[in-house]
């Protein structure tokens, strides 16, 4: 059973700050592996895809890289915002599955 | 706006009661998803619908929850006697699926926050 991990649950940075955020998953047969950030209260909202045959996807400051046969993933964002503050969630899709499978997430917290 | 869009935003309602709610996906995707998630953890998956066919229910999925997609495009998740332990965030989302360039890439809606009293 694919089980996804966050690490660490919690981080508070100072802005500007270039910064790692962790995923780790148990079984590396994943067909593709989204990050998310949600804001409190509200809903997803995707920020990068990566599929399996991928080793990373960049987006503005955001990069995700994907290592599948360690079953890691990171997401980096440089020169950290106030405006970033918010939990990032990790998710694969298993080759089998159709669900998304998501860790407990990361709260990030930016000081200005 | 064409993003996934969830009614209401809000439900709060007493033990007991029925609750139904509403998901309206990106129009040109096939597959819809419902997700829960209760606080300080990541959604869980309770079930999904390629066009009108529901193909799969998570465990979590009790016989007290229905949920259908009539038409291929809208769908609805109701709960029947709601219990304390149903408040939580139910989250839509939808995506492409069924050809070899889909990413099977999930958007999802703003969620529907239901709680219990």
Known sequence: KQEV?????????????????NCSFTDSAIYNLQWFRQDPGKGLTSLLLIQSSQREQTSGRLNASLDKS???STLYIAASQPGDSATYLCAVKDQAGTALIFGKGTTLSVSS | DTGV????RHKITKRGQNVTFRCDPISEHNRLYWYRQTLGQGPEFLTYFQNEA???????LSDRFSAERPKGSF???EIQRTEQGDSAMYLCASSTAGDRTSSYEQYFGPGTRLTVT
């Open chain 1, 5 to 21: 991990t966050q690490i660490p649950a919690a981080l508070s940075v100072p802005e500007g700050e270039n910064l790692v955020l």
């Open chain 1, 70 to 72: 360690s079953g890691r």
């Open chain 2, 5 to 8: 869009s969830q009614d209401p």
């Open chain 2, 54 to 60: 529901q193909l799969e229910k998570s465990r979590l």
């Open chain 2, 75 to 77: 769908s609805t998740l």
